[in-house]
């Protein structure tokens, strides 16, 4: 089941509904618009960051399987050339393409087109909404939830994975973050946070159904160095949910498409060497 391209997005949908039913109990229960506990706040950073640290050791752990799997490759052709596994085809593809990655999306600026996204859909929402001269909990929640749960690098780069090489891992961690934000936002925000879970569905399960569609087309080697690729990022947005950095992952994002033109690249040029 796990090689479903969109299960890692089923999952993220479940945790969102769960969540958020379980912030409308609280609600209910409350009687109140809000959870304003320190106690609470600081057990909820506390889950984040821990959930950060979950994240990092996925990321590392999908940039290890790469160069693993070369060095044993290597090995298997000559024993000689375990050695010199760190310094394998995957990784050098991997950082070069983060090198070109970051440069190409550095000069485009992508962080800041999508910051501005969703400032834009913010601020159309509260113009209609003030034009109406009305107040609408349900629709101010699903805005904010959806903004919160898939305009981000978490989202792409794991359904980008998730479609590509059936790693659902990211998906699952970020399935713990959506699940805690969902009850906190749905505590405060109301049923407007469980609907957007079906912009979740349609969202991330698009991203990932196409990965899974293009990636039909590419060899295994492609697909394993763009996974690398993606776990390196994955670090980052790691250390980023742990406030540790401020990394602005979506200028990274590139990156990961850098392999489909690297790897035939690269074996060519070894090829005009070996002969």
Same mark, same amino acid.
């Given at each position: ?9 089923? $999952? ?16 209910? =229960? ?12 600081? $057990? ?11 994240? $990092? ?126 009850? =906190? ?17 349609? *969202? ?27 776990? $390196? ?23 990961? *498409? ?18």
């Amino acid at each position: 089941m796990e090689q479903f391209p969109l299960w890692g997005t089923l $999952v993220n949908t479940g945790t969102v509904i769960l969540g958020s039913f379980f912030g409308l109990l609280i609600h209910l =229960i409350s009687k109140k618009g809000k959870l304003s506990s320190p106690r609470y706040a600081e $057990v909820s950073e506390s889950i984040m960051k821990g959930l950060g640290l979950a994240v $990092v050791m996925v990321g590392i752990g999908g940039a290890l399987k790469g160069v693993i799997n070369d060095a044993v490759t290597d090995a298997v052709v000559s024993p000689d050339l375990l050695v010199g596994g760190l310094s394998s085809e995957n990784t050098i593809i991997t950082i070069l393409s983060i090198v070109l990655g970051v440069l190409v999306g550095g000069l485009i600026d992508i962080d800041r087109w999508v910051n501005l996204l969703g400032k834009k859909v913010e601020t159309l929402f509260n113009r209609n909404q003030a034009a109406a001269s009305v107040h609408v909990p349900v629709a101010q929640g699903f805005v904010s939830a959806s903004l919160l749960f898939c305009v981000g690098s978490m989202t792409i780069v794991g359904s980008i994975q998730s479609g590509l090489s059936g790693n659902h891992d990211l998906l699952y961690t970020k399935s713990m973050l959506d699940f805690v934000s969902s009850i =906190i936002l749905s505590s405060t925000m109301g049923v407007g946070v469980l609907l957007s879970s079906v912009f979740v569905l349609v *969202f991330q399960g698009g991203i990932a159904l196409v990965s899974y569609l293009a990636g039909q087309g590419l060899s295994t080697a492609v697909i394993d160095t763009m996974s690398s690729v993606g776990s $390196v990022l994955i670090v980052g947005l790691g250390l980023n949910v742990m406030g540790v950095t401020k990394l602005k992952i979506m200028n990274y994002l590139p990156a990961v *498409f850098f392999p489909i033109a690297l790897v035939p690249l690269w074996d060519w040029i070894v090829g005009l060497i070996v002969k």
